[in-house]
């Protein structure tokens, strides 16, 4: 009996010997065949995290220097080479800070500058400083009109306002309806429809 047990795990034990070298001939097979195309999907992962990283230090170089630069700018604001150091590093930014600049100084011409800016936030910023320096209500209305208004219910309050001053109570109401009660303003255009009524 222990002769045949032992005849039995001699051939379980070379059968399982077969299959790992039969699959070890496998994967050599496999290996040869497809070892350039792994070199190149290794080498192709390498360069793409080593440019990934050159990327990074590059933006994160980019970043200090234009902060530097807007630095120096917060304590000479006329210096020229600075501004178009920082508008070369980093348009947004410069956009941002000749914003600042326009409303410190009230230069509506750098603000009607402003309006095309490609930075949305500074574009509709200037587009609202200029409708409500205008104190005209057909202007703070092509504000209002605009998609995605960012100050939409303050500008349809300083219309409404306008419109009462020159007594036109009814107009004003219909503008200060349009703010929705989510509003932050909302309380603000109640009060204001209880004002001037006859």
């Known amino acids: 009996m222990s002769l045949k047990n032992d005849i039995n795990m001699v051939r379980e034990e070379l059968n399982s010997e077969e299959k790992f070298f039969e699959k070890a001939v496998v994967t050599e097979k496999f290996i ?35 902060n530097e630069v807007l630095l120096r700018l917060s304590t000479n604001p006329t210096n020229s080479a600075d501004m178009q150091k920082l508008q070369s590093l980093s348009p947004a930014l410069y956009d941002v800070w000749s914003y600042s600049q326009a409303l410190s100084n009230k230069d509506i011409e750098a603000l009607k500058k402003l309006q095309n800016s490609k930075t949305i936030l500074v574009s509709d910023l200037a587009s609202y400083e200029l409708a409500q320096i205008s104190n005209d209500v057909q202007t703070l209305e092509n504000y209002t009109s605009k998609q995605g208004a960012i100050y939409k219910d303050l500008a349809q309050v300083q219309a409404a306002i306008l419109l009462l001053n020159e007594g036109k109570i009814e107009l004003a109401h219909q503008k200060l309806s349009t703010i929705n009660q989510a509003s932050s303003l909302f309380k603000v255009a109640t009060a204001l429809q209880h004002y001037g009524v006859k």
Do not use: H, P
């Not at 792994?38 to 234009?66: Q, S």
């Open 32 to 66: 040869k065949k497809y070892k350039n195309v792994m070199i190149g999907a290794v080498a192709v992962i390498v360069i793409g995290v080593g440019a990934n990283i050159a990327y990074e230090a590059n933006k994160n170089a980019t970043l200090i220097e234009a």
